[in-house]
């Protein structure tokens, strides 16, 4: 899948404050682009998203150092949402389908006061490879949709016990769970995944 990378530099001292009411910006994605938004000089940001095209944009939070996947989401035709993007990452939205898509957007500098938290769950990162010369179609509940182009590979990193299923037209075949037996930084096969839990025996 050819790539379409916008970095977007601040430069000057304006500051930003979330309270202020900021003019929207507008993004168009071309059809089957990645576009890549950054601040460098921020120490994260926050950014607020409405979907003004006719198909789902695909929004994630990834780490500049590897590229992996932090949290990610689909956002749908007409919706709305925000997303903190810690220091040392960057805001990547996906257009996988044929069409333009139009996205305005709003960033505010810093982040969002957090919630008092329990305790954390245990993440695991790894790669899901995709070494087939078809795409394959993914479904990460509660984080995101990926499509995995012909001989790609994508970073991920996911909490443990969090299910990976294949999109299949019937119901959804669950091809991995993240457990802590997976090596960090392991090459995950989606193709051995699939086969594995198509030839499981049956229960």
Known sequence: MNRLFLLILLFGTQAMAQKQTLPKSMLVIPPKQVVQIDYPYYKGFVVKLWN????????SAREHASD??????????????????PKDMYLQLENRFLAPLKVEYVVYKGQRAKKQA????????????????QSLPLR???VMNPNLSPYSKSGVDLPLGQKIF??????????LTVTDSLPKGARVDVADLIDRALNAPKE
């Not at 003004?52 to 929004?59: L, M, T, W």
């Not at 294949?166 to 091809?175: H, P, Q």
Request: hydrophobic share 40%.
């Open 166 to 175: 294949l999109k299949t037209a019937g119901k959804d075949l669950l091809i």
């Open 140 to 142: 990460i509940p509660g």
């Open 118 to 133: 329990g305790a954390l769950t245990p993440q695991r990162g790894f790669y899901l490879v995709n070494n087939t010369a």
């Open 68 to 85: 992996s996947l932090r949290k990610g989401f689909g956002l749908s035709k007409g919706a709305q949402a925000t997303l903190d993007v």
């Open 52 to 59: 003004k095209g006719k198909f789902d944009v695909g929004v």
